[in-house]
């Protein structure tokens, strides 16, 4: 699986973005799928999660109610981020796990996309 993460950019407080992970591989669909970030000087840390039907979902409490993961049928995932905040700047990194669902460690993940930048300014 090959994951290409986009739509990062500069963006202000309380404004929206929405992230695409396009997947490529034909075991795509077998496989949950999370989002993590990272910011600067700080440890890379868990966002979301979505399981490989789409049936399930897992936010941590920083972004609960604010964004929301999902996943169509043709290989992408996509993080919407609303009411972002300065806090919320990092980078963002799509994910795939199979076998581990509810897993919110990066090392429970086997692969990444490159990461994609969000700066939410003040």
């Known amino acids: 699986v090959q994951l290409q993460a986009s739509g990062g950019g500069l963006v202000q407080a309380g404004g929206s973005l929405r992230l695409p992970c396009a997947a490529s591989?034909?075991?795509?669909?077998?496989?949950?799928m999370g989002w993590f970030r990272q910011a600067p000087g700080k440890q890379r840390e868990f966002v979301a999660a979505?399981?490989?039907?789409?049936?399930?979902t897992n936010y941590a409490d920083s972004v609960k109610g604010r964004f929301t993961i999902s996943r169509d049928a043709k290989n992408t995932v996509y993080l919407q981020m609303n009411s972002l905040k300065p806090e919320d700047t990092a980078v963002y990194y799509c994910?795939?796990?199979?076998?581990?669902?509810?897993?919110?460690?990066?090392?429970?993940?086997?692969?990444w996309g490159q990461g994609t930048l969000v700066t939410v300014s003040s």
């Open positions: 591989g034909r075991t795509f669909s077998s496989y949950n």
């Open positions: 994910a795939a796990e199979r076998g581990n669902w509810g897993a919110t460690i990066s090392i429970a993940y086997d692969y």
């Open positions: 979505i399981s490989w039907s789409g049936s399930s």
